[in-house]
């Protein structure tokens, strides 16, 4: 990602949410909040982004959008949308039974901590993230009511998470917290990644829980999902937003303690959640993982 700039893969996904949102096929799958966000932050963002946004809404684009999805990663669409449906679940699930803090990392445009705010008016929530794409948000969303999201912006993949910057917000390392870093660590090198899991845990008091993403490295060494073609790789090459890290489940629980995994998610668990759309493909090659402390 250049360094004034948004990300672009972030800007994608708020415009693939928009286009799963007016299809009413699919518009119980995302939100209205947060389709109305993501068309709100295209709208801000450039001439280009907001002449996309209304494109995606038209029910002549469907096709097209089908076509271009089937070319490029079969199924990604609903891929992205059952993700944050599943770590939805898990969030609210969390504050339900006591959480008060959510950290959301690299929280490009979603909508998740203004929409549980209203939901769990106790709760309170940060969103970390590049401060390009932090920017981009806050110019969208400033008339919304964000009284109990903080904002930090850090690019994570160059200086880390400073622990005094979150907690001079008035983050509390000794309540519990749900973290959540959804579509972001595939970005950074194994390194960065595992210094990243050492730093949240010093931040976590007992109880507290991770929720992230992860790419299932291939056994040919290759980090992608599985249907992906070579345009795709061609366009995060060329944005600079390259897959960097992948790994197996089997490793995994060594490189994140001291957190201790609970369950994984993968595309078959994320099939069961899309009502009615079974026989709908959907991407294979990312993960959640849920992990506790």
Not at 73 to 88: D, E, F, T, V
Request: aromatic share 8%; net charge positive; hydrophobic share 45%.
């Amino acid at each position: 990602m250049q360094d004034e700039q948004a990300s672009r893969t972030a800007l994608l996904i708020a415009a693939s949410l928009v286009l799963l949102h007016y299809d009413p096929k699919y518009s119980r799958l995302v939100s209205k909040s947060s389709a109305d966000l993501c068309a709100h932050v295209l709208e801000k963002h450039s001439s280009q982004t907001r002449l996309f946004s209304n494109i995606v809404r038209q029910s002549w684009f469907r096709p097209i959008a089908k076509l271009i999805e089937r070319i490029t990663i079969p199924g990604i669409l609903l891929h992205y949308a059952s993700r944050k449906k599943c770590i939805r679940g898990l969030v609210r699930s969390a504050l339900a039974n006591g959480v008060t803090q959510v950290v959301i990392l690299g929280a490009g445009f979603d909508a998740l901590s203004s929409e549980l705010q209203r939901e769990f008016p106790t709760a309170r929530f940060w969103e970390i993230d590049h401060p390009a794409t932090q920017r981009h948000k806050l110019r969208a969303c400033s008339e919304i009511g964000i009284e109990r999201v903080h904002f930090v912006a850090v690019d994570l993949s160059a200086a880390g998470l400073e622990r005094e910057a979150l907690i001079s917000s008035g983050f509390d390392p000794a309540r519990r917290t749900f973290w959540i870093a959804e579509g972001l660590l595939m970005y950074f090198p194994a390194d960065v990644v595992s210094s990243l899991m050492k730093t949240l845990s010093t931040l976590s008091a007992p109880g507290s829980q991770l929720a992230f993403t992860f790419m299932e490295k291939g056994s040919d060494g290759r980090i992608q999902f599985n249907s992906q073609s070579k345009l795709v790789d061609w366009w995060l090459h060329r944005r600079g937003e390259s897959f960097l890290w992948g790994t197996a489940r089997s490793d995994l629980v060594e490189l994140v303690r001291p957190w201790r995994v609970v369950r994984f998610f993968d595309h078959d668990d994320l099939r069961q959640m899309k009502s009615g759309l079974a026989d709908e493909p959907i991407a294979k090659g990312e993960v959640i993982c849920l992990a506790e402390i």
